[in-house]
């Protein structure tokens, strides 16, 4: 066990940006920083590591939290996109730099643990964590277990086919939950109908005043319910919990989420459905409880970090 001085460091490295938090015994921040990352992203995680350790000497463990086919086991990635992680031990790489035990997790799982363990999701026996922003994904939360699936690759559900014969995916597929309901694809869709190139938070907020508005919006929230039903139906989970940049619309999301998942479901009551309470910097936090968890301690289970609810997009 590391001493009661001991701290504890995350890292959250992203395709254009990294972020590193240094948190003390009781999860009060000490450091909180966000770069951008850079080509070689593997020294510049190592780079990172040695420099929280030479600036704060009791950090007694590190966490890090990468997109991909995460192998947290053997501690490596398979295939990340435009990152140069593949097929490397990213924790015996850092260890072997900056001296401190190190643990590798993946970032959507990261983010539902942090969840799970004091953000929106606390207190449920079971929970299904879903980050929308450019891509969809999920992760899957049962007693004592964080489902990463037989090949890593659980939770992709942002390529689930929801129309047959639907507008085509940068997958290859057709119809998949990405293209109508990612802040990228409300985005998209709303450009190819009108020119406008904007965000899909303004699409939300034009709703009621631009018909095409109403009609991507509500295509999206279709889209979610019936991935949400098919996850609900298939698990049975007690708390669905959305986040990611889209979670920034709050109720304006989750009430119509609510309506069209209960109108799925008639003959059974779903899920409560909330937004996330550690917003963006949920996969952060998930880095430094795998930080702490690398020292041996389990101080992170009586962490209660403030709420980092995301404004805008
Ligand atoms: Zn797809």
């Known amino acids: 066990m590391p001493a009661m001085s001991a701290l504890f460091a995350g890292i959250d490295v992203g ?4 972020k590193s938090l240094v948190v003390d015994q009781s999860g009060g921040v000490i450091n909180h920083i966000t770069f951008a990352t850079r080509p070689r992203a593997l020294s510049q995680i190592s780079a990172l590591a040695t420099d929280l350790v030479a600036h704060y000497p009791s ?6 939290v990468v997109p991909g086919t995460v192998d947290e086991k053997n501690g490596t990635v398979g295939y990340a996109s435009n990152l140069d992680l593949a097929r490397i031990n990213i924790p015996e790489a850092v260890t072997h730099a900056c001296g401190r035990p190190t643990k590798l997790g993946h970032d959507g799982r990261g983010a539902g643990l942090a969840e799970n363990l004091f953000g929106a999701a606390h207190g449920s026996r079971s929970s299904v964590v879903i980050p929308i922003g450019t891509g969809i994904s999920a992760s899957l939360h049962f007693p004592g277990l964080v489902w990463p699936g037989f090949t890593h690759q659980s939770g992709e559900i942002g390529h689930i086919p929801v129309y047959v014969d639907g507008e085509p995916c940068a997958c290859g597929q057709f119809g998949c939950l990405e293209v109508y ?6 985005a998209s869709r709303y450009e190819a109908a009108t020119g406008i190139s904007t965000s899909a938070a303004h699409v939300q907020e034009l709703r009621g005043s631009d018909p095409i508005a109403d009609a991507v919006w509500n295509k999206a929230i279709e889209a979610l319910s019936l991935v949400l039903a098919q996850i609900t139906l298939t698990l049975d989970p007690e708390c669905i919990v959305i986040g990611g940049g889209l979670s920034g619309a709050g109720e304006a999301l989750l009430r119509p989420l609510r309506d069209a998942l209960t109108a799925r479901l008639e003959w059974r009551t779903p899920p409560r459905l909330v937004g996330s309470a550690l917003g963006d910097s949920a996969g952060l936090w998930g880095a430094a409880v795998l930080g702490c968890e690398a020292s041996g301690s389990d101080a992170f289970l009586s962490w209660k970090p403030e709420p980092y609810r995301q404004q805008g997009h």
Not at 15 to 18: K, Y
């Open 59 to 64: 950090v007694a463990g590190i966490g890090i």
């Open 181 to 186: 309901s990612s802040a990228k694809g409300i």
């Open 15 to 18: 395709g254009t940006s990294m």
